[in-house]
């Protein structure tokens, strides 16, 4: 591959698996590590997802821009460009949780976080 640094959680294009079938379901980046310069690939399960799917999320460097934070209340959020919005709920200023647990997500991403059509804030995945 071309560099862990340059691959995304989540990510199926890019590498190659030497000893693949043509039968073989594709693989997605899992995890990676910068340092030894390696990524773990996986198939996603008979569910469709990753097996590091997780349902709760810190963040850091929050901004509300709508003053706080609406804390319990069934919101909506994105941390991918043009990904489907997935439904959450904010445990508290700098923790959110999804209704559904989420494989793709990634440190350093921006969750971006709405109220039906308007954006509320969000910060950044650590």
């Known amino acids: 591959h071309d560099g862990a640094f340059f691959y995304t959680i989540g990510e199926r294009r890019g590498f190659t698996i030497t000893e693949k079938t043509p039968n073989d379901d594709p693989y997605y980046v899992i995890a990676k590590d910068v340092e030894e310069n390696t990524l773990t690939v996986a198939h996603k399960n008979p ?3 990753l097996p590091q799917g997780r349902t709760e999320v810190v963040l850091k460097d929050v901004n509300w821009n709508q003053g706080e934070a609406p ?3 069934k919101l909506l959020a994105r ?3 043009r990904a489907p919005l997935q439904e959450i709920v904010l445990i508290d200023e700098n923790t959110a949780e999804f209704t559904v ?3 793709t997500l990634s440190a350093g991403q921006s ?4 109220d039906g059509k308007i954006c509320l804030g969000g910060g950044v995945i650590g």
């Open 47 to 49: 569910e469709g997802q």
């Open 111 to 114: 969750l971006v976080v709405y």
């Open 79 to 81: 941390a991918r460009y």
């Open 101 to 103: 647990s989420q494989d």
């Open 71 to 73: 804390l319990g209340k």
